[in-house]
């Protein structure tokens, strides 16, 4: 089964929302309502997911949509890489901690890991400790965007900017102060975000 691009997983959990809320599908024009986009563009995405498999329309009749709840869904297997800091930097944990397994449809990378938030840096972007956070693995990034960083043999989850002459690691709660460096390794890009009510 193919992935789901990003618009499409949008669509997808509004289909799923909708119907677990009033019981039938959205219309088309409802659809397109929501996004913001005009029929035929929803009608395309609809399309899209339909010849991937993630949903079924029964007559193309308005409301006929069904979400598939195949289980030949693919998981993937993505590994726990320990903890990272929300807040100082907290030396790196590189060994493997177990896994996770999460639907691929839900991702539209590879080479993913996942790393366990520790601290309240990073609250008013919803981010808290416990979470376990899913990152893309890659070295570069653009401003604004959450990484996981390594500042001098330390890791640390915050938002990245490029100044003129130095990296301003940003928090996400007042109370912390920015992290400058001139030189920083960048590990990943978070891409999903997991929480235990328990």
């Given at each position: 089964m193919k992935q789901m691009t990003s618009r499409q997983k949008e669509i997808y959990d509004f289909l799923e929302n909708f119907i677990e809320r009033e019981g039938y599908s959205p219309s088309i024009r409802e659809v397109a309502g929501h996004f913001s986009i005009s029929a035929m563009g929803a009608r395309d995405h609809l399309r899209a997911l339909e010849k991937k498999g993630f949903i079924q329309s029964g007559n193309?009749?308005?409301?006929?949509?069904?979400?598939?709840?195949?289980?030949?869904v693919e998981v993937l297997d993505i590994p726990i890489l320990g903890h990272v800091a929300a807040g100082l930097p907290l030396m790196a944990q590189e060994?493997?901690?177990?896994?996770?397994?999460?639907?691929?449809?839900?991702f539209t990378q590879t080479n993913l890991f996942a790393l366990y938030v520790e601290g309240d840096s990073m609250i008013n972007a919803g981010i808290f400790e416990g979470d376990l956070a899913v990152f893309h693995q890659q070295e570069q990034a653009e401003n604004g965007q959450i990484v996981v960083a390594m500042v001098?043999?330390?890791?640390t989850l915050k938002r990245f900017y490029r100044e003129k002459s130095r990296i301003r690691l940003q928090a996400e709660?007042?109370?912390?102060s920015p992290i400058y460096a001139s030189d920083i390794r960048i590990l990943?890009?978070?891409?999903?975000?997991?929480?235990?009510y328990d």
């Open positions: 193309n009749t308005s409301r006929s949509f069904v979400i598939n709840r195949s289980k030949d060994n493997l901690n177990g896994s996770v397994k999460l639907p691929s449809p839900l001098e043999e330390a890791v709660n007042p109370e912390y990943g890009r978070l891409v999903h975000l997991m929480r235990n």
